[in-house]
């Protein structure tokens, strides 16, 4: 069975995020609407709309349960019998491994360290997500790597 996991949703939506995201995407328009001067807008307009209008779609994001990174990319760890992929940031790399190819995992609260038998690491920060989800990403890599008796420290 696939899981995927989404690294980028942890809020909980908003209907006054998204309402103050709104007012102020319309606040930004009107705002060049009403300094026009004849054909022209002055620069010092275009720059306080836009910063208005960029705050207003980091709001109208948040209010959706979204972060500002899904602009640039995606976040997940991804997950089945054979193979995990992690992509722990919108910058970084997609990771893939094979379950076989882990020596051991070590848990905490806010991470999850994958040890592989090369020596090597990769971590996955739960930080961003939601307590629920962060319970559940870790109780079915915690099920999974029993059942592939990888060793598990907490």
Do not use: C
Request: glycine share 6%; net charge positive.
């Amino acid at each position: 069975m696939k899981h995927y996991f989404n690294l980028l949703t942890g809020q909980q939506k908003s209907i006054t995020r998204l309402l103050f995201g709104i007012i102020a995407i319309v606040l930004s328009i009107l705002w060049l609407l009403f300094q026009k001067q004849g054909d022209r807008i002055h620069w010092q307009d275009w720059l306080y709309s836009s910063v208005f209008a960029i705050k207003g779609i980091h709001y109208l994001l948040s209010g959706l349960g979204l972060s500002y990174l899904v602009l640039f990319g995606k976040a997940y760890v991804e997950f089945d019998d054979k193979i995990i992929a992690i992509k722990g940031t919108v910058f970084q790399n997609k990771t893939q491994t094979k379950w076989n190819e882990i020596s051991s995992f070590k848990i905490t609260p806010l991470s999850i360290e994958i040890h592989l038998q090369q020596k090597t690491k990769i971590t996955i920060h739960l930080s961003r997500i939601g307590f629920e989800k962060n319970m559940q990403l870790t109780n079915l890599i915690r099920k999974i790597a029993k059942e592939k008796r990888i060793n598990i420290y907490s």
